[in-house]
T-cell receptor, first 116, second 113 residues
Framework: AQKITQTQPGMFVQEKEAVTLDCTYDTSDPSYGLFWYKQPSSGEMIFLIYQGSYDQQNATEGRYSLNFQKARKSANLVISASQLGDSAMYFCAMREGWGGGFKTIFGAGTRLFVKA | NAGVTQTPKFQVLKTGQSMTLQCAQDMNHNSMYWYRQDPGMGLRLIYYSASEGTTDKGEVPNGYNVSRLNKREFSLRLESAAPSQTSVYFC????????????FGNGTRLTVT
């Protein structure tokens, strides 16, 4: 069975500093995708970044980058130059297989607090 | 565009009552999903539908049923609500691309007393 582990229930970071949120996964499927989502206190789910299992380079989207270490089965999210608005819950998620019809499961999340 | 629309936003039920949570998407997505979110447990997949006419169990399907009414609509039914089903429920959809993310509704906060 696939599994996603986020070991940091809460993290603090100083404004303008970088922070890494950890995510490890477990799957036997060679084709999978890893996603990060942000959930602010307002409750909506916001997609941040995607990494495919066959992608050769680490994904980047603005201030977000994904540190993908396939052999270690980790997909850590790096947020550079943290802003107060980055305070939120962050979820790592994995989709096994390919195409549109495969289930996506989530980790328990990490709550990030950005200090002024 | 509305995206993914869930109704109702809030609901209080008594133990044993039934209800249906409605979800509709206007993005022509093939796949739709129901999750529940509980503190400290992230989002857990209840059921999903890869395409119109198919449904599959997720991680926590017990106590729920689903119907993929058509390509747009995917409903979640609680036949006999229990306090353990108190949660926030999210519907989501995605298109067929490998890198396509989930698009979420705004959630339904359900309390079972």
């Amino acid at each position: 069975a696939q599994k996603i582990t986020q070991t940091q229930p809460g993290m603090f970071v100083q404004e303008k500093e970088a922070v890494t949120l950890d995510c490890t996964y477990d799957t036997s499927d060679p084709s999978y995708g890893l996603f990060w989502y942000k959930q602010p206190s307002s409750g909506e789910m916001i997609f941040l970044i995607y990494q495919g299992s066959y992608d050769q380079q680490n994904a980047t989207e603005g201030r977000y980058s994904l540190n993908f270490q396939k052999a270690r089965k980790s997909a850590n999210l790096v947020i550079s130059a943290s802003q107060l608005g980055d305070s939120a819950m962050y979820f790592c998620a994995m989709r096994e297989g390919w195409g549109g019809g495969f289930k996506t499961i989530f980790g328990a999340g990490t709550r990030l607090f950005v200090k002024a | 565009n509305a995206g993914v629309t869930q109704t109702p936003k809030f609901q209080v039920l008594k133990t044993g009552q039934s209800m249906t949570l409605q979800c509709a998407q206007d993005m022509n997505h093939n796949s739709m999903y129901w999750y529940r979110q509980d503190p400290g447990m992230g989002l857990r997949l209840i059921y999903y539908s890869a395409s119109e006419g198919t449904t599959d169990k997720g991680e926590v399907p017990n106590g729920y049923n689903v119907s993929r009414l058509n390509k747009r609509e995917f409903s979640l039914r609680l036949e006999s609500a229990a306090p353990s089903q108190t949660s926030v429920y999210f519907c989501a959809s995605r298109s067929g691309g490998d890198n396509s993310p989930l698009h979420f509704g705004n959630g339904t906060r359900l309390t079972v007393t």
